[in-house]
C-alpha cells in the first residue's frame, strides 16, 4: 500500500488529480488523505502552522506528499507578501521538516509557468522572476529537499470540477455568455496543458518518480488573446465582445512576466511521455462547455 498525501485537495487542480487518482488507487493499491484549510477533507487547518501539519503527517505517516497549496491571486500576493511567503514558503517548509525524519518520504511539488519570462521556450535553469507570487513559489521549490522531490512547473484550464474555484476558461466562457466586454492580451504567451492532464501526468510521476524540475506545458504554445478566441470559436461561444490589447498597458497590477513558454523536452525524455500540442489540448474542451 503506498500512503499519498494530498495537501490543497480541494482546489482546481486537487479537484482533476481527486477524479484521476481515484479511478487507479484501487489497482495501484494507493491510500489516498486530503488536506484543505477551509473545505472538507480528511484534514481540515492550515498546513503552514507546524502543528496542524505535524500531527497529519504523524498520523497518516505518509511516503508521498503532494503539494497543492497556493494563493494564485497575483495581486493579492504583491499587497500581502507576508500571506504568499507563509503559504508557498511555509507548507514546504513543513513537509521538508517531516520528511528529515521520514527518509523513505518523498515530495511532489506543483509550482507555475510564471516564473519564466523572456524569448523562446525556457528550460528549467531559465528562470526570470518578475513578482512575488513567482519568487515565493520559486522559494517554496527550493525549501524542499532536491534529492527527493518532483517539481512540476506547469499552468492549466479546463472545465472546473472544484465547485468553488474557475479556471481560466471558465472565465472566458462566462464573459462571452453573458456578453461582459473584455480585454485580451496579444502579449502575454503561454503552453498550458488542460488540468486533466496535468493530473493524469502527477499520477504517472507517483507511479515513476524521477526527482528534479520539470516542465509541464503543451507544444505550440498561443498568445492568451488567440487561446481565448480560439477557444470560444471551438464551443460555440465566439462575438465581438473583446479588445485586444497589452497587458503592459493595465496600470495599477502587479508586475506579470509576458512570455512563459516552457521548454517541455526534459520531462518528456525523462519520463518517456509525450506532451500535446496547446490546440489539441484546447480541443477537449469542446465537450465539457454547452451553450
Ligand atoms: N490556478 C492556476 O491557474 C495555476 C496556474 C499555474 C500553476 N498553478 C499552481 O497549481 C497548484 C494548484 O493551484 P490551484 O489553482 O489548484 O489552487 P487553488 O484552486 O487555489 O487551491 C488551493 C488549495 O490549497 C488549499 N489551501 C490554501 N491555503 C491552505 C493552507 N494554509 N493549508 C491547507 N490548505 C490550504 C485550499 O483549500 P481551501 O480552498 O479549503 O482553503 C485549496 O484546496 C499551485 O501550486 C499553483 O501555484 C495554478
Redesign the pocket.
Known sequence: MTKILV??????????FSEEATKLKSKLNWTIKT???????DY??????WT??NSCMQEFKPAIII??????DVDRCEREPHEAY???M??PENISRYMQTEKNCWAL??????VYDGEGYKKEENVSIKNI?SLS?RA?EMALPADRTVVL?????GRSV?G??K??TDWAYGAFLSNERITLFSDSIFN?LH?RT?AKMMCEVIQNPRFGIFNLGSHEGLSKADFVIYFAKLVGVHKEIYTVSKSVSVPDRARRPLNMLMDVSKFETTYNLPLPSLKEEINKTKDEYHV
Not at 7 to 16: I, R
Request: proline residues 2%; aromatic residues 12%; without cysteine.
Open positions: 495537501v490543497g485537495s480541494s482546489g482546481l487542480l486537487g479537484s482533476w488536506v484543505s484549510k477551509s473545505h472538507i477533507a481540515q487547518g492550515d498546513f503552514s502552522d496542524f501539519a503539494n497543492l497549496v497556493a494563493l494564485t507563509q503559504l508557498h511555509g507548507v511539488q506543483i509550482s507555475t509557468d510564471q507570487y513559489k517554496g512547473r506547469t499552468n492549466f484550464f472544484s468553488h474555484r479556471s481560466f498550458p488540468g496535468v
